[in-house]
């Protein structure tokens, strides 16, 4: 078996299972990694998640990972970017919510507030529908390449 081919199955493995877990509602997900700190287990398993969704496209789609046409460059430099932003997802939902559990109050301050619970939302959901929404554009363009030729 290809290293890539590993690679596709383990991520594919691992957001099908965050998939389940966060969709069930499981009560893994409010485990704590830490008896001093709140650290819920979700927070992980929702990151690695995340990160797994763009890693299935990328090892999945052959045209994305050595693209050979502008489109699919493209494509593949916004996958690239989706990546990068899952990968960072922890730590700027860090920076806004100032806790690992991502709990945020009606204080008026900037972190940990209504207007950073806002920000977590909106870039949570971008990160993790960008990747769905660019494999729909993915599959669109292909199906137009392939009715060319």
């Given at each position: ?9 383990v ?22 990694l ?7 287990l ?15 496209l ?8 050595e ?38 109050t ?31 554009i ?12």
């Amino acid at each position: 078996m290809k290293n890539r081919k590993l690679w596709f199955i383990v991520a594919m493995i691992v957001f099908l299972t965050a998939s389940i877990l966060l969709i069930s509602g499981s009560s893994v997900l409010t485990l704590s990694l830490s008896q001093k700190a709140n650290i819920p287990l979700g927070t992980f398993i929702t990151w690695f998640g995340i990160i797994a969704l763009p890693l299935t496209l990328f090892c999945g789609a052959h045209k994305l990972r050595e693209p050979s046409d502008s489109m699919d460059r493209f494509l593949a430099y916004v996958l690239k970017g989706f990546i990068v932003l899952a990968l960072l997802w922890v730590p700027i939902c860090y920076l806004l919510a100032g806790n690992i559990s991502f709990t945020f109050t009606e204080k008026a301050e900037f972190q940990g507030g209504q207007l950073a619970m806002r920000l977590f939302w909106y870039f949570s959901y971008f990160v993790a529908s960008g990747p769905i929404i660019l494999f729909l554009i993915y599959g669109i363009a292909s199906a137009f390449n392939r009715k060319k030729q």
